[in-house]
């Protein structure tokens, strides 16, 4: 990569006055560090080169008055090319460029421009015009920077539409997060109401059932006494067979005393060896045993005794 300093000396040995001629000298890119270094160098031609960009920092030079830039490969101008507002002269004949950045139209001080033989846009192309002589080169320069002021405008006015439209789509946004958040809120208010509601009824209902639980011993309370003293104890039930019993027990003696003289005699006397008592003696015997062992006896005994 060829540089100025590198095929012609120094810069400085090229400096003739305020003019710095650069031109024919090979360049793929420009020593925009050492043009820095040389403020009073406000003309600069950087014509038949081969420099295909300019670096941003090229924009840094805004001591330049006059720029040369004809006969070279540019495509395009950096973005900032409106900071070199002391522009008062430039040439881009024959190179590519297309179309020119909208920083252009700062170039307040520019009356002197030649657009010749670049790829321009059609529009663009009609604005600039011809530049064959003085005159047209400064009306080139006139009509260019309207044209740029024109289309500067235009992208602010795009630019304000953009964010307007962005702004009111953030509205909308922070409308409908707004609804959402008090539709949330809404909803966690009444689900609130709605469980305090529940645990009221619950509540409630332990009440009242602690309350009719705490009425019940009352009612068995004041029961209780009501039946002891306002009417008559309940009779127990009559015994079955209480007539048998009556009969059995006035049979009962006779039938004893028949027995117990047979049995004494059958015990006591001579008698007791005959077969007879013998008998007597068994069944006697057995059915002592069997009374013994039945309750109708035993209650009978039991009747007697009380009495």
Wanted: with cysteine.
């Amino acid at each position: 990569m060829t540089k100025a300093g590198s095929k012609g000396g120094n810069l400085r040995d090229k400096l003739d006055g305020n003019e710095l001629d650069l031109s024919l000298s090979d360049l793929n890119e420009v020593p925009v560090k050492e043009l820095a270094a040389l403020p009073k160098a406000t003309i600069l031609d950087l014509s038949c080169n081969k420099l295909s960009t300019l670096p941003s920092d090229f924009c840094g030079l805004t001591h330049l008055v006059k720029l040369d830039l004809s006969k070279n490969k540019l495509q395009q101008l950096p973005a900032d090319f409106g900071r070199l507002v002391n522009l008062q002269h430039l040439d881009l004949l024959k190179n590519r460029l297309v179309t020119l950045p909208v920083s252009f139209a700062q170039l307040k001080n520019l009356k002197w421009l030649d657009l010749k033989d670049n790829p321009l846009d059609p529009v663009l192309a009609k604005v600039a015009g011809d530049c064959l002589d003085e005159k047209q080169c400064k009306q080139c320069a006139n009509k260019v920077l309207q044209h740029m002021k024109a289309v500067q405008a235009d992208q602010e006015r795009e630019r304000q539409r953009r964010l307007e439209v962005e702004r009111e789509a953030e509205k909308k946004r922070e409308a409908k997060q707004r609804a959402k958040e008090a539709q949330e809120r809404e909803l966690r208010k009444r689900e609130k109401a709605e469980e305090k509601e529940r645990r009221r009824k619950e509540y409630d209902a332990l009440k009242a059932a602690k309350r009719e639980q705490e009425k019940k011993p009352k009612k068995e309370t004041n029961q209780a006494p009501k039946s002891k003293s306002g009417s008559r104890p309940r009779k127990p039930p009559p015994r079955k067979h209480t007539r048998s019993w009556a009969v059995l027990k006035l049979l009962l003696p006779l039938l004893l005393l028949c027995v117990a003289g047979g049995l004494v005699a059958c015990r006591v006397t001579e008698l007791q060896q005959q077969p007879l008592c013998t008998s007597v003696n068994t069944i006697y015997d057995n059915a002592v045993q069997g009374l013994r062992r039945h309750e109708i006896f035993q209650w009978v005994l039991q009747t007697d005794s009380q009495q």
